[in-house]
């Protein structure tokens, strides 16, 4: 991890969400205390029993938020898009990290001191508000993706993946390529299943003609199709 050179002033336009809801002392603290870093790609960004320090967002890169199972097993338990906070929960909640956060690509992310984060919401409501919206959609997307990983088949499963990844990162210049490109072994963590389920099951939807396949990339040939499948698997 590297401080990065970046103006701050770019970084509080990207933050204006949240510098909305602050008022101008509280902008300014924020601006004075406000660190950018850079992450290389598979870089760890938190580790799961750390104590949260900080406030997290993402300002540019991809970033993938998951838990060590049984085996040595990881489950990714979602991704992280441009721009997003994250690693704040187990802080309000006075607990540990219970997952880890590492970047699938080089990252950079806005660092904001927690101590500060909740010395600012017990002096103002907007920002607790702020808070509780992102805490609530995060939780009802957490609540729904389970469901789907525990009761989908495999195909079911990863063709919710391919679309949950086309919708958190959007596609390339054709309108088709992933605009991220993931092992096959975190495509496997993304859609709760083995490494060889995961291979087995992309060759199998390249067959059908759902997908092509080059390496890393993934380009949707058939979405209304795939979409069939996960919602049906």
């Known amino acids: 991890m590297a401080k990065h050179e970046i103006s701050k002033t770019e970084v509080q336009l990207k933050l204006h969400e949240l510098f909305s809801a602050l008022t101008p002392e509280q ?12 992450y290389k790609k598979n870089e760890l ?3 799961q029993g750390e104590t949260p320090r900080e406030l997290l967002c993402l300002i540019s890169g991809k970033v993938k938020i998951y ?14 898009n441009a721009v997003e906070y994250f690693g704040y929960r187990a802080s309000f909640s006075g607990e540990v990290f219970i997952t880890s956060a590492a970047a699938f690509e080089s990252s950079l992310i806005a660092k904001i001191p927690l101590k500060l984060v909740r010395k600012m919401i017990m002096e103002n409501t907007r920002l607790g508000w702020f808070f509780i919206q992102k805490l609530a959609t995060a939780l009802g ?8 990983l525990t009761q989908k088949h495999i195909r079911g499963r990863l063709a919710e993946s391919i679309l949950f990844l086309k919708e958190s990162y959007g596609v390339e210049e054709d309108g088709c390529t992933l605009s991220i490109y993931l092992s096959r072994e975190d495509m496997a963590n993304l859609s709760n299943m083995t490494t060889s389920n995961a ?3 992309l060759s199998t939807f390249a067959q059908e003609k759902l997908i092509a396949i080059d390496g890393r990339k993934i380009k ?3 979405e209304p199709e795939l979409e069939k499948i996960s919602r049906f698997g």
């Open 67 to 80: 838990m060590d199972g049984v085996g040595g097993r990881s489950q990714i338990m979602r991704v992280v």
């Open 220 to 222: 949707i040939m058939n």
């Open 45 to 47: 960004i938190y580790c």
């Open 27 to 38: 902008q300014e603290m924020v601006f004075q205390n406000l660190t950018i870093h850079s």
């Open 199 to 201: 291979i087995r099951t």
């Open 141 to 148: 997307t957490s609540d729904e993706r389970t469901v789907n």
